[in-house]
């Protein structure tokens, strides 16, 4: 067995939580199930939404971020600006969804201990 703590990384089950109160909560229940949808699997839908930056996922929260000003504008526009440029570099580049997972492949392969 490897002495590698990342082993069982992504294997593990966590638990996200928080609090609210029945009112949302059952407001939220009958409206999932409009959709035919349960609470865990809508969670596990919005997360992937943000991890995969689902483009209609990431305008909801920025306006979100916005309207209840958790970041101020400035600095909300700045890292827009910064996202934009990142992505035109990406282009400019011309890499792949693939290209960029076969990237990170060869550099596990390379440097297995990272």
């Excluded at 909801?60 to 934009?84: G, P, Q």
């Amino acid at each position: 067995m490897s002495d590698n703590s990342f082993d069982n990384y992504g294997k593990e089950q966590k638990y996200i939580m928080f609090r609210t109160d029945d009112d949302v909560h059952a407001r939220l229940a009958i409206r999932l199930r409009h959709w035919n949808l349960k609470l865990p699997s809508f969670f596990r839908a919005v997360a992937s939404g943000i991890i995969e930056e689902d483009p209609h996922m990431l305008k909801f929260i920025e306006e979100y971020v916005v309207k209840h000003t958790l970041l101020n504008k400035k600095r909300f526009a700045k890292s827009l600006k910064l996202k934009k440029i990142g992505e035109q570099k990406l282009e400019d580049l011309g890499l792949t969804d693939t290209d960029k997972t076969e990237l990170f492949d060869i550099i596990a392969e390379d440097f297995p201990d990272l």
